[in-house]
């Protein structure tokens, strides 16, 4: 026979179990996993029990040979008729004997005394030269894959000859101890009992230390651990899961192999896999007997961890034994650092010792003895515990990572930790608030910050990736969710994972991966890059590159040096503050009645034709429901069953809803877009176009005859008398004749084709605003005859309206071209909206939200549409007025010719108040909400006072 090294066997042959002995605890262990010398509780099923105190002391001899070398097989009859067995490989036979012997007569003083916590010389006192000492990893499970072989009386033949003879007598056959396995599982139960029995009586009639004896022992022993084995089998098949205290208890099926040693968090003995119902939470791994599960108050450490899912920050928050009352924190066993009885003192005569560790005496330690335990301070409640609540687990603690970036591990309490265990991937940390010295001190949580905040960066085009959401790039952080939802929360994991650089790697790993999708590998991602917006430069940059600023205000992206270089201010921002400045004190657009009047003194008096009268304006909702994207492409709507010549009543409501749908996304967010299937005729454009450039080939005299005055907004405007863009260097390189009377001057004798040219063109750009407005009062959600409503003289004039047909020349280019010039500064319009037709040649540029120029080509058949100052303001800069400038295109620099385009501005008339469109409509019923009149002012030709400004 061969015995495991590590393999021992404490039995007791007969009656009651001593589980309910107070004297099997845990000894203090260093290691994480519960480790004890002692506390076998009610002995392994051969043997029932011993007198109380007994067991973890015949244990603690058991567990101590278990480094030795031999086979000790030896039963000790006590005198109550017990009897109990020690089986281990240690020692030998004479050694185990007296050791056993001694135990019984004179048990040590305390069994809470072994391992650690007993003084040393109390250890070589109780146990002199009887026993090695316990070896702190020692295995004690009495079930391992070979226990039957284990078991058996062994290979010389002597011992073989005895079990031949034995297994005569019981019936059984030979080949059932040769293959003990399948021989005892086929047995039914009631001859395992028969057997046991039988065995028992022969084992009593037999004379002590013969080899039949131990012959029958064995037996008796395999018999025992197979009937207790059908027990539990059977017991463990009808119990389910047993919810106590939070705890879902889980039943626990004898381990098929080795296991390490288990035990019980509620009496703290160890768990025999073979012999004891078990149970184990699913929750907390809290782990007891079948029989300690009604007596469990140590509540589930996750109830806890979901209601206040937050650790103690205080290091080691001690209050001392006193405040506790002298009692364990958690089963309220009296507790104390007390004296000892050593059997040397006892032997000298004294009555108890000091105890090694020099705690002071409490009470009478000799009438204490038995009621006392030694506490055991936890370093994360600060609390003092019993050995049987506390078993020395040592575990990283937050409080002192947090303070002192301190990750040694201390011991704590049981339920510390359990609810540490289950703590310890909570992303709970908030380490900005909590210590954000800790990211300057500590090298590796820096990278780690900026990891995690590049990596929310990229999250953002991840999230919005095809391409990635196909190959589940983001399950990368799957086992840290928090990384893809903060920066700053951390789970004490982290803070383990980041000291040891384990974290580090892990993110650089996935930063290098997500980096390389959106930098390289994906098209649709690379297209969400920046550039920067000041120095224009065409590499693409990412908020999450080096040497990149993201502007706080409007997330865009600049390299750091063309930041500092100016000023630390993002243009982008400085635009849109101006922008806000107009939108809310009108700096362009908004002329306060006050200003009116002085306004018409500088202009000498004359009717000033101005006025956009904001006064109870309500800014409302500032942009459409979705921010303005960064696209570099005007959108083309096709105006279908809609457009010009189409009868629009009887278009299919879907059609509208689809074009006032596209023309507001378009104009809610670029500001342009042009417009297919309008329906206008070429030839009406082409006509009208033509009998222009006859006008503008007229010469000078002859133009200037037809010159354009304020009051009228009417006529001809000279090269170089207009300057869009204040801030630009020279007037405007282009000449143009504005037509807002159909009736009024025209060059009829030089030109005779314009004025029916211009007069049909104004009809059908009446016709398609009037589509176009309908549209987007539709898609606004206002009453769709809003804007049609407030338009009324756009073409006929009555009611008074600045509504204005323009044509624009520019002229070719001097060879001598000054450098920088463009054709026509960058502005906005001022009306509501504005029909654009250009020629082929191009050059118009419009500006998009990161602030880009963007060419707005000539689409042949396509005409271009955009938003003005007024509308913007009319509808709470839903719509958005967006600038624009005519540049010299190359193609222009090379065909050295002129170009031309035609602008339709169209004004709401001039006597409406233009109030955010929840007020609409006001109009020319300005009580009707209940609101005294407004002044009713004019909004008139804007462009003119701009001009002046
Ligand atoms: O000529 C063009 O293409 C645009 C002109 C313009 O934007 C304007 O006159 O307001
Ligand atoms: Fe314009």
């Known amino acids: 026979m061969v015995f495991r090294p590590d393999t021992v066997f404490c039995t007791f042959v007969s009656p009651v179990c001593s589980a309910s002995c107070d004297n099997h605890a845990p000894p203090l262990s260093m290691s994480d996993e519960p480790e004890r010398s002692d506390g076998s509780g009610r002995a392994v099923g051969v043997v029932s029990g011993v007198v109380s105190g007994m067991a973890s002391s015949v244990a603690s001899v058991a567990s101590s040979v278990s480094h030795g070398v031999g086979d000790v097989v030896h039963t000790v009859a006590t005198g109550m008729g017990d009897v109990v067995l020690v089986l281990g490989v240690g020692g030998t036979v004479q050694q185990v004997t007296a050791g056993v012997k001694r135990l019984l007569t004179d048990p040590p003083d305390s069994p809470m005394a072994s391992g650690g916590v007993r003084g040393e010389d109390e250890e070589e006192e109780e146990w002199p030269g009887v026993l090695p000492p316990t070896p702190r990893n020692s295995t004690l499970s009495p079930y391992t894959d070979d226990t039957y072989s284990d078991l058996s009386p062994g290979t010389d033949s002597e011992a073989a000859a005895e079990e031949a003879a034995i297994n005569h007598e019981l019936g059984l056959s030979e080949d059932h101890f040769s293959q003990p396995e399948e021989s005892i599982l086929s047995m039914t139960k009631e001859s395992v009992e028969n057997n046991i029995e039988k065995c028992k009586s022969l084992i009593l009639q037999c004379d002590e230390s013969t080899s039949r004896r131990r012959a029958l022992v064995h037996k008796l022993i395999q018999l025992r651990l197979r009937l207790q084995e059908m027990h539990d089998t059977a017991e463990i098949a009808s119990t389910g899961v047993l919810v106590k205290i939070g705890h879902h208890l889980q039943p626990q099926k004898p381990p098929l192999t080795r296991a390490s040693k288990q035990y019980c968090d509620k009496c703290a003995h160890i768990i025999w896999g073979v012999i004891h119902v078990s149970y184990v939470c699913s929750l907390c791994e809290y782990r007891c007997h079948g029989r300690c599960v009604e007596d469990t108050i140590r509540r589930c450490a996750s109830t806890r961890v979901s209601e206040d899912p937050m650790y103690i920050l205080r290091i080691c928050p001690e209050v001392g034994l006193a405040a506790q009352n002298y009692k364990c924190a958690e089963c309220k066993r009296l507790i104390t650092n007390r004296y000892t009885v050593s059997s040397k003192a006892k032997a000298g005569g004294k009555k108890y010792s000091v105890h090694p560790r020099g705690f002071s005496c409490f009470g009478d330690p000799m009438r204490q003895e038995s009621a006392w335990s030694e506490p055991r301070r936890c370093d994360y409640t600060g609390l003092y515990y019993c050995p049987a609540c506390h078993w020395g687990s040592r575990v990283v603690l937050p409080a002192r990572v947090l303070h002192n970036w301190d990750f040694e591990e201390q011991g704590v309490s049981r339920q510390a930790k359990q609810f540490l265990a289950l703590m310890r991937n909570k992303p709970v940390l908030d380490l900005e608030k909590l210590n954000p010295h800790l990211f300057k001190f500590v090298e590796e949580l820096s990278t780690v910050k900026k990891l995690r905040e590049d990596i929310l960066l990229m999250k953002r085009y991840l999230g919005t990736c095809r391409a990635a959401q196909e190959t589940r790039m983001l399950r990368q952080l799957e086992e840290r969710q928090h990384f893809v939802e903060n920066s700053h929360m951390y789970s004490l ?111 000498g008096g004359r009717p000033v034709m101005v006025v956009v009268v904001v006064e109870g304006y309500i800014p409302g909702i500032r942009r459409m429901e979705s921010p303005r994207s960064t696209h570099h492409k005007i959108p083309v709507v096709d105006m279908g069953a809609i457009g010009v010549g189409k009868d629009e009543k009887r278009a299919d409501p879907k059609e509208w809803q689809r074009v006032s749908h596209e023309l507001c996304e378009a104009l809610s967010d670029v500001g342009f877009v042009y417009l297919s299937n309008h329906g206008i005729p070429d030839a009406q454009i082409s006509n009208f176009m033509s009998a222009s450039a006859e006008f503008f080939k007229l010469d000078r005299e002859t133009k200037v005859k037809y010159v354009s005055d304020l009051s009228t907004a009417h006529g001809y405007i000279e090269v170089d008398r207009e300057k869009l863009d204040p801030t630009g260097k020279f007037n405007e390189l282009r000449e143009s004749f504005y037509m807002k009377n159909m009736e009024g001057t025209f060059p009829d004798s030089e030109v005779p084709q314009l004025r029916p040219t211009a007069a049909a063109l104004v009809a059908s750009c009446g016709t398609l605003t009037y589509r176009v407005l309908t549209a987007l009062a539709f898609g606004l959600g206002l009453d769709k005859d809003i804007f049609v409503a407030t338009h009324r003289g756009m073409c006929t004039g009555s009611p008074p309206n600045a509504t204005v047909l323009r044509v624009n020349h520019y002229p070719q ?137």
């Open 493 to 603: 994991q982290d803070l383990v994972d980041a000291e040891s650089g384990v974290l580090v790697t892990y993110l650089q790993k996935v930063h290098q991966c997500f980096s390389e999708h959106i930098k390289t590998s994906c098209l649709v991602c690379q297209g969400k890059g920046y550039i920067c917006e000041i120095c224009d430069v065409s590499n693409i940059i990412f908020p999450f590159d080096g040497g990149v600023v993201v502007c706080d205000g409007c997330s865009t992206v600049l390299h750091h040096l063309c930041y500092t270089n100016r000023g630390s201010k993002c243009p982008r921002c400085v635009r849109q503050e101006a922008r806000r400045r107009q939108e809310t004190t009108g700096d362009r657009v908004v002329v306060s009645r006050r200003i009116l009047d002085e306004t018409a003194m500088v202009l």
């Open 813 to 949: 280019l001097p060879a001598n071209l000054p450098e920088n010039v463009i054709r026509c500064g960058a502005h906005t319009d001022y009306g509501s909206i504005t029909l654009l037709f250009q020629d082929s040649m191009g050059g118009l540029q419009v500006r998009s939200v990161d602030g880009k120029w963007v060419d707005a080509h000539p689409i042949p058949g396509t005409i271009l549409i955009n938003v003005g100052d007024a509308l913007q303001m009319w509808t709470s800069s839903k719509l958005v007025a967006t600038e624009h400038r005519v540049v010299i295109p190359k193609e222009e620099m090379r065909r050295r010719a002129s170009r031309y385009s035609i602008a339709f501005f169209v004004n709401p008339d001039n006597d409406v108040l233009l109030q955010s469109p929840r007020r609409l409509p006001v109009l020319r019923h300005p009580t009707h909400h209940g609101t005294p009149a407004p002044p009713q002012h004019v909004l008139q030709d804007l462009r003119v006072l701009k001009i002046r400004a």
